[in-house]
């Protein structure tokens, strides 16, 4: 899984006459991959955006010949964002010491829904920004999370974004050497805890049956959707109710799943993109409250992951 970094022209931040700044769109044009790699980096579209704009303000306080002796603003601009990230991902263990309950990255949706191909599509702005692909799923993300700050840097740097280790090792403070290290421990980790690939189309009609058995209450249909050692997790952030712990065991998955329905009128499933693969949202009065991802082992969900910190939904609410 390689993705080759972004390239816009002769180099943002300079024109024909190779003046600082002489081609401003051009250096605008690099927000998309910073976004792009702070996300990855953070899990988090909003703390993603912050780390942009800090990255763009620390460019423009510089003095106009330190940017002018600057030979790739691009490269730049990716260095200092990953080391902002790097210093956030620090601090955010802390951080999660004080959240209330269970902490899942933010879902993003997409333009294009895999429900209905033929609708019309729906308006993601955060989607413009950030590429939907393997990287960005929310097991892999989640899987991203247990890494160190260092690992994580290392290994999205160098296996998603392309960077040689030398530069990876300006930005984490570390040898080559060290960084081969991490990123490779990080692709051990993800080896033994990912699932089987399954296509986009599997994935989608488990989710879809998973939606029509819990509409119908069908609990044995919902037995036979779910591994038997499903987990379900939720984050409310303390914002609004949630399960503090995650929910082991297909048995009590189904049994809380039901229980949702039961308890909360008017919910209604919609089929939606989450985070590139097939997932749902949970809408009540027309408003979103709950955004699932799901991943999917073999022809059963092994995992749930229900995201209804309001704060995390705002680009769902957009």
């Known amino acids: 899984m390689t993705t080759t970094p972004e390239t816009s022209g002769p180099g943002p931040g300079r024109g ?7 081609d401003l769109p051009g250096l605008l044009d690099e927000r998309r991959q910073l976004v792009n790699l702070a996300y ?27 940017r002018e002796a600057i030979e790739s603003p691009g490269a730049w601009l990716m260095k200092v964002a990953s080391r902002i990230c790097l210093d956030e991902l620090r601090s955010a263990r802390h951080r999660r010491e004080r959240y209330v309950g269970e902490w899942i990255p933010e ?13 019309p599509a729906q308006p993601a702005d955060p989607a413009d920004r950030v590429t939907l692909d393997e990287s960005v799923n929310m097991a892999f993300l989640v899987l991203l999370d ?7 840097v290392a290994f999205i740097l160098h296996d998603v974004f392309g960077y040689p280790f030398g530069e990876v090792a300006d930005i984490v403070g570390r040898t080559p050497a060290a960084c081969r290290q991490l990123a490779s421990s990080a ?10 690939a399954a296509s986009m189309a599997g994935q989608a009609a488990i989710v879809r049956e ?4 819990w509409e119908a209450r069908d609990i044995p249909a919902l037995l036979g ?33 039901l229980d949702l329905a039961q308890h909360v009128p008017g919910l209604a499933l919609v089929e939606r993109t989450v985070n590139g693969a097939p997932g749902l949202v949970l809408e009540q ?16 969900i092994r995992h749930i992951w229900a995201v209804r910190n309001p704060d995390k939904l705002r680009p769902w609410t957009r």
């Open 16 to 22: 024909p006459g190779g003046g600082p700044d002489a």
């Open 40 to 66: 990855r980096l953070l899990g988090s579209f909003a703390d993603a955006e912050d780390v942009v704009q800090e990255t763009y303000a620390r460019w423009y306080a510089m003095r106009a010949p330190d």
């Open 107 to 119: 879902p993003l949706p997409d333009r294009a829904e895999w429900a209905d191909p033929r609708g």
């Open 146 to 152: 247990s890494m160190t700050p260092a690992e994580r």
């Open 187 to 196: 692709r051990a980790r993800l080896r033994a805890a990912q699932a089987p």
């Open 210 to 213: 998973f939606k029509r058995a």
């Open 225 to 257: 959707i779910l591994d038997p050692s499903a987990i379900a997790i939720a984050d409310g952030g303390g914002r609004v109710s949630a399960e503090l712990r995650p929910i082991e065991g297909r048995e009590q998955v189904a049994r809380t799943v």
């Open 285 to 300: 009065d027309g408003a979103v409250v709950t955004v699932m991802a799901f991943e999917v082992a073999g022809h059963r």
